[in-house]
């Protein structure tokens, strides 16, 4: 049981671990000239806009961009974290047990 317990609390400290890991990798988005840059955490950190793409009588297309660039680096930024906390998962399970989609 206390096994258990000290299972449990190693993995806790873990995650805390990888989540500071996440806060510094970053992933890119981009959409025709739009970059959006996220941290594995899947906050938006930087979005850079080309000037040649702003064309203030279609501020549509602008947004669209805009709304593409940002959920590929949010996708991006969501594969990384999942990947990252599966390998504390594959950690702790015990030998020969998957578990798919766990994370």
Do not use: C, Y
């Amino acid at each position: 049981m206390f096994d258990m317990f000290g299972k449990l609390q190693e993995m806790q400290q873990q995650m805390e671990a990888t989540k500071k890991r996440l806060d510094t990798m970053t992933v890119i988005g981009d959409a025709e000239g739009i970059t959006v840059t996220a941290n594995g955490n899947r906050h938006i950190v930087n979005i850079s806009i080309n000037p040649d793409v702003v064309d203030p009588n279609d501020l549509e297309q602008l947004e669209d961009l805009l709304m593409v660039a940002v959920n590929r680096a949010i996708e991006q930024a969501e594969a990384l974290n999942a990947a990252e906390n599966a390998k504390i998962a594959s950690g702790m399970l015990p030998p020969g047990m998957d578990i798919p989609g766990l994370f």
